[in-house]
T-cell receptor, first 116, second 111 residues
Framework: GAVVSQHPSWVICKSGTSVKIECRSLDFQATTMFWYRQFPKQSLMLMATSNEGSKATYEQGVEKDKFLINHASLTLSTLTVTSAHPEDSSFYIC????????????FGPGTRLTVL | DAKTTQPPSMDCAEGRAANLPCNHSTISGNEYVYWYRQIHSQGPQYIIHGLKNNETNEMASLIITEDRKSSTLILPHATLRDTAVYYCIVRGINTGNQFYFGTGTSLTVIP
């Protein structure tokens, strides 16, 4: 149980285009979903926290107009990278958790974004 | 959340126990210690978590010192598939379940 999927697993796009990444909890309802970004040989950096039906909370330094997050249901959150540039190339990882303060987070397999 | 300090890298011989330390000297009373690992180009995988008592599951054991300022993750019989980056994370009760990852320890299991 507790499986989180991401789609696509990898994507290549041209500079200036927008890319949408989906994160789904397959066998549980995720009240909260998180988005992380990871550059090569670096740790995961939390970008934003989203609760179903409400606006996402972004970490300091993360542009909310560039990284649009939608958490429309208890099983789906999407991250849209708008007007992508080469510096947005990264590994994007989502995670999901159920209600409660001490529940673990279940991570997706990640999406490799390459912007040309 | 309390910051954690881990050695950047460690080696372990296959079949031997791998002991990964973590310092969290500013941890507060209601903060849990979590361990995750990340195999190259995959999402992090949950290993174990604890508050103050030692914990054991099918993957590993977690030893937390009495003052809770440090902990050790023990992989009892390391295999080549245990080669990964191991993250120790401390999370408080009022942080909306958020995890802030440190730099982790890159464990290499050597044949």
């Amino acid at each position: 149980g507790a499986v989180v999927s991401q789609h696509p697993s990898w994507v290549i796009c041209k500079s200036g285009t927008s890319v949408k990444i989906e994160c789904r909890s397959l066998d549980f309802q995720a009240t909260t979903m998180f988005w992380y970004r990871q550059f090569p040989k670096q740790s995961l950096m939390l970008m934003a926290t989203s609760n179903e039906g409400s606006k996402a909370t972004y970490e300091q330094g993360v542009e909310k107009d560039k990284f649009l997050i939608n958490h429309a249901s208890l099983t789906l959150s999407t991250l849209t990278v708008t007007s992508a540039h080469p510096e947005d190339s990264s590994f994007y990882i989502c995670s999901a958790s159920t209600s409660g303060n001490y529940n673990e987070q279940f991570f997706g397999p990640g999406t490799r974004l390459t912007v040309l | 959340d309390a910051k954690t300090t881990q050695p950047p890298s460690m080696d372990c011989a296959e079949g031997r126990a791998a002991n990964l330390p973590c310092n969290h000297s500013t941890i507060s009373g209601n903060e849990y210690v979590y361990w995750y690992r990340q195999i190259h180009s995959q999402g992090p995988q949950y290993i174990i978590h604890g508050l103050k008592n030692n914990e054991t599951n099918e993957m590993a054991s977690l030893i937390i010192t009495e003052d809770r300022k440090s902990s050790t993750l023990i992989l009892p019989h390391a295999t080549l598939r245990d080669t990964a980056v191991y993250y120790c994370i401390v999370r408080g009760i009022n942080t909306g379940n958020q995890f802030y990852f440190g730099t982790g320890t890159s464990l290499t299991v050597i044949p």
